[in-house]
């Protein structure tokens, strides 16, 4: 099992990003997916997770209204839509899904 994170950069505080996680190895749909992230000195923390069938999410309160989970379970992938982003979402982004982590992608927000 392989989860693949891409999408990460530097942006400017207000601007967007899109993260994408491909997962291969096993059947992306039977399980929900979940965002995670980790700042610098700080432990890792939840961001949003989607159902199997991409039907029910939840998010953070920190990112409710600027971030947007998804997934494409034809193309065994799920995205995470960041928009209005401030310096303090600045940190290495993680998919998640059963008990499999991704490598993380660097999202950088500069002020």
């Known amino acids: 099992v392989q989860l693949v994170e891409s999408g990460g950069g530097l942006v400017q505080a207000g601007g967007s990003l899109t993260l994408s996680c491909v997962v291969s190895?096993?059947?992306?749909?039977?399980?929900?997916l979940n965002w995670f992230r980790q700042a610098p000195g700080k432990e890792r923390e939840f961001v949003a997770t989607?159902?199997?069938?991409?039907?029910?999410?939840n998010y953070a309160d920190f990112v409710k209204g600027r971030f947007t989970i998804s997934r494409d379970n034809g193309k065994n992938t799920a995205y995470l839509q960041m928009n209005n982003l401030k310096p303090e979402d600045t940190a290495v982004y993680y998919c998640?899904?059963?008990?499999?982590w991704g490598q993380g992608t660097q999202v950088t927000v500069s002020s």
């Open positions: 998640q899904q059963w008990q499999t």
């Open positions: 190895g096993q059947t992306f749909s039977t399980y929900a």
């Open positions: 989607i159902s199997r069938n991409g039907i029910a999410t």
